[in-house]
């Protein structure tokens, strides 16, 4: 457990607003995963990298843009964000991982943030799949799984970039009604249905349960605009003659 003093003095080297979700983020041994971070616009050009350990000033550089192995990194600078995907994490890689970009510089510190993994045989909240997609104007629909332990915890759907967050059980108007969360705690999961889809709706959201969270990537595509064919009238006998 890091000291709150000493966690103050990591997080002064973190730029702001887009750690205020404290991730944890739960993963299935043995299989392959994906996971993105968010970077400020301004640093589009610049290297990305994951770094592990629990304290910043001193982890360890796991992978960079562009390279392969257990982990690999793809970036998109359009979206301000990179995708680090991994393979075969088994429950000795749990822990703190830091998604970073280099700033490079004479007395310039890196920017990065912090997000734990929980690495589970059988992990406490999961989806089927970690990518759905819609056409514009279309419905969508995501399966929350979480554990027996996990039935009567908050229950969210976040937008990764912006971390505005859906909840199961709240009816006020801050909530946007295109969303829709039902929680079923018999079957242990909650579905979102996503309707009126926009190309704007794409992008990275969390299922959270608590304290745990999984992600999924959402993509909106053009809406299928049908073709109508002009049918040709066959000319008459008068018409033929002429």
């Known amino acids: 457990m890091i000291h709150p003093l000493i966690l103050s003095g990591i997080l002064l080297y973190i730029y702001s607003g887009v750690n205020r979700l404290k991730l944890n983020i739960a993963v299935k041994s043995g299989s392959s995963g994906i996971i993105p971070c968010v970077y400020d616009k301004q640093h589009k050009e610049n290297r990305k990298y994951l770094c592990e350990g629990t304290v910043w000033s001193s982890c360890r550089i796991l992978v960079y843009a562009n390279a392969t192995g257990k982990y690999s990194i ?10 680090v995907r991994w393979d075969r994490l ?89 969303v829709q969360i039902s929680d079923y705690v018999r079957r242990r999961s909650f579905t979102v249905l996503m309707t009126g889809l926009r190309l704007s709706d794409s992008g990275w959201y969390l299922c959270s349960v ?12 053009e809406a299928k605009r049908a073709l109508t064919d002009i049918p040709t009238a066959s000319p008459s006998d008068s018409e033929t003659d002429m």
Do not use: M
């Open 74 to 83: 793809t970036d998109y600078p359009d979206q301000s964000i990179f995708t």
């Open 90 to 178: 088994e429950t000795s890689d749990s822990g703190y991982y830091w998604c970073a970009v280099e700033i490079g510089g004479y007395g310039t510190v890196d920017a990065g943030y912090y997000l734990y993994l929980t690495v589970q045989s059988a992990p406490d909240v999961f989806v089927v799949s970690s990518s759905v997609s819609g056409h514009e104007g279309g419905n969508v629909s995501v399966q929350c799984f979480y554990s027996s332990g996990y039935q009567n915890k908050l229950k969210q759907w976040c937008r990764y970039k912006d971390e505005s967050c859906y909840t199961v059980g709240r009816t006020d108007t801050s909530q946007n009604p295109s």
């Open 210 to 221: 608590r304290d745990l969270q999984v992600p999924v990537q959402l993509i909106v595509k």
